[in-house]
């Protein structure tokens, strides 16, 4: 039987409570939900958000103070038990869901809010239930530290992301949601096989106890293969990516902000969590440099279609396929060519700062994007005239979110590719420096692109704006000035990973 | 060959297949029947790492028996999803395929 790893000779940590609890609260909610009906489907929902939040702000404090927290389910030990961990990067990760998520559903409050004639449609209780499973699914995912634990995660994750997708029944969004939904069960089921010949070769499913046993050797680089490719189609990094336009185009502007900011980090999450943690030693060079090439061709491929849509909304879902590209440049970068393993350091700092501006900024898009929809009555490119004078604030929040997704300083998008480009220098693999800086020029020529038709005369035959509500305008402004104010911020909670890496970029803004 | 030998090929022949009939087959229904090969596969191979009493050195180890059944209710949700998606679908446009590829959804939508 393997050793115990050091890390959990200690047992549960006093924080660790709050583990179980940022799993279970949405469990909890979901269930309240479940047994309320559709009437209260909302109130239900819109209460459970700021405790949701809450409960993260208590994890990332105790990050910043012990800076691991660990809790074994039942007080049992891996590796006969199960292991829950957080560490900087969950606790970053667990704070943007709670706040994207809270953010998502009061925008959609003014689409799926509290009845007002007494009835409430199925959709407003598919969704609010959706949002919580998410929630829950995530958290999971974020604190989970046993191989099939997190099969369990990602199943729950694709359960509930799905709904989401098909909210209005039509025909077309039913048929993205099936294709979504077999992208996800093959990436799951590849992803299961890998965890079943690591549990054969090593007799663990514990990610601390692998990371002692795993050796190179034919079982582990296949299941390694394995569970990667799996994650990569759930993660939609090109070419597996095929599912994710079709299933923005026709969710409400809500889901699609909690489908491409949050649902796809889940998976990125493990990628990062399976290299880094259980299988730094099995990294090879060619291998980190083939998912660098196909996070390059994310982003030139997913730029360059972005480039051409004619519909606002799909534009960003293209920019979505772009952005998850950068996140991948991490493995080639934070490959140690002399020690022949992966390192924690300034290329990881970055893609985790890229996972967390994007999430904000992504978010503050698309429900920009959904108001433009809803004042217009299109999101046609072409007829976006007269909208700088009819809405300034919703673009200022897509401009503002713009703002991270080109990386200008001082965004937390500027920040995170500012140390994905000195860690390209520094390792001197200027090729990815190149594909950096050429992704950032095409982000900006399609955000460019969209900001010059707003500021343009309004069509001939265009109808004239419908208001907003400003409360609704507020939420997507929000979610962007967190983003861009995400540079000056420094995320403090990776500060025991990867501190000195972001407090360097931070003193080198101009 | 061992019967150890013998299951483990049986489950990758089943995930093979399973995989070609997900990857060619454009028919969803044919899709999900061969998840469910591609899960079987994988039940299996649990099932020969539970016989081989990995790590442990028992005659027999309970833990990869109590992540198939986990596997199994896993896979058992995940098809009645995709069958109801599959449903809806076909009461909603006769089709019960997913070879148009569209955008889900036209430039003109009536706002909410």
Known sequence: MSPVAGTFAAGSAAGGVWLVAAIAWPVVALLVLIAGGERHAARVGVLALPVGVAIAAMIALGIAGAGELVYHVGGWAPPLGIGLRADGFSAAMLLVTAVVTSGAGLYALADFGPPRDGHAGRATFAFWASLLGVWAALNLAFLGNDLFNLYVALELLTFAAVPLVCLDGRAATLQAALRYLLYALVGSVLYLLGAVLLYGAYGTLDMSLLATAIRPEPAAWAAAALMTAGLLAKTALFPLHLWLPPAHAGAPPAASAVLSALVVKGSFFIVVRLWFEALPGLANAAAMQMLGLLGAGAILYGSALALRQARLKLLVAYSTVAQIGYLFLVFPLAFDASAGRLAAGTALAGGLLQAVSHALAKAAMFMSAGLVAVALGHDRIAGLGGLARARPATLLAFALAGVSLVGLPPSGGFAAKWLLLSSAVATGQWWWAAVIVAGGLLTGAYLVLVLMRAFGEPEAAAIPPRPIAAWREAVPLVLALLAVLLGFAGLLPIESQSGAGVAVASGAMP | ?112
Request: net charge neutral.
């Open chain 2, 1 to 112: 060959m061992t019967p150890a030998t013998l299951y483990g090929l049986c489950g990758a022949a089943l995930v093979g297949i399973g995989l070609y009939g997900l990857l060619t087959d454009p028919r969803v229904l044919r899709k999900i029947i061969a998840f469910n090969l591609v899960g079987s596969g994988v039940f299996l191979l649990f099932g020969v790492v539970a016989r081989r009493g990995a790590g442990a050195g028992l005659a027999g180890d309970p833990v990869p028996q109590a992540l198939v059944i986990t596997g199994i209710v896993v896979a058992f949700s995940a098809t009645a999803l995709a069958v109801t998606l599959l449903l809806r679908l076909h009461e909603s446009s006769g089709g019960a395929t997913l070879d148009s590829p569209t955008d889900g959804g036209t430039a003109e939508r009536p706002p909410p």
